[in-house]
């Protein structure tokens, strides 16, 4: 089994709508991750978690919410989904050893907003 | 935060050695060097990172100069399952800095 899930892995919706995008792990990393690729481009960090109750904006929040009510699941939510928000979203992970970590990354969710 | 620069893209033959460039030249004394790689369709995977000396593990080497304003991830042996966008980054000592992904290399592997 993947150590790092991701639900769903499609979604369309509409604009407008609200959305959560689920991410669960089994690696019992405290730190968790939400980012998004958009085409031909790197990953965008939106928020970041280190710790159940700990939540932190990343470089790209406007627009997302998260919640990490357990150390194994980190959401995302879109409250009111709009087009440009059409992209590959990724959780992740992470192990820090020392001052350094490893990411591990989920297998994406590709979202469409019409 | 220091930046990197890779070429856009690279092609390499089947079983053939790959070097992958990296210019990190803001790079600071505290700064990690990181390689992760994408797969088509996936989420990227670590693959080695460093800090000063050379480092090895099962998927690469990682060559960093002296002075450290560059960096080079070599694959010994490419196979097509090499092919995959590999990014470059730095990262700050520090428990609570992040990863910043930039636009990466996309490797080509020829049979």
């Known amino acids: 089994d993947a150590d790092v899930t991701q639900t769903p892995r499609n979604r369309i919706t509409k604009t407008g709508k609200r959305i959560m995008l689920e991410c669960s792990q089994t690696?019992?990393?405290?730190?968790m991750y939400w980012y998004r690729q958009d085409p031909g481009l790197g990953l965008r960090l939106i928020y970041y978690?280190?710790?159940?109750?700990?939540?932190n904006k990343g470089e790209i929040s406007d627009g997302y919410s998260v919640s990490r009510q357990a150390q194994a699941k980190f959401s995302l939510s879109l409250e009111s989904a709009i087009p440009n928000q059409t992209a590959l979203y990724f959780c992740a992970t992470s192990d820090l050893q020392g001052t350094q970590e490893t990411q591990y990354f989920g297998p994406g969710t590709r979202l469409l907003v019409l | 935060d220091a930046k990197t620069t890779q070429p856009n893209s690279m092609e390499s033959n089947e079983e053939e050695p790959v070097h992958l460039p990296c210019n990190h030249s803001?790079?600071?004394?505290?700064?990690?060097i990181h390689w992760y790689r994408q797969l088509p369709s996936q989420g990227p995977e670590y693959v080695i990172h460093?800090?000063?000396s050379n480092v090895n593990n099962r998927m690469a080497s990682l060559a960093i100069a002296e002075d450290r304003k560059s960096s080079t991830l070599i694959l010994h042996r490419a196979t097509l399952r090499d092919a995959a966008v590999y990014y470059c980054i730095l990262r700050p000592s520090g428990s609570a800095r992040q990863l910043t992904f930039g636009s990466g290399t996309q490797l080509t592997v020829l049979p």
């Open positions: 978690s280190f710790d159940v109750k700990d939540i």
């Open positions: 460093g800090l000063t």
């Open positions: 690696k019992g990393h405290d730190r």
């Open positions: 803001t790079i600071s004394g505290t700064d990690y």
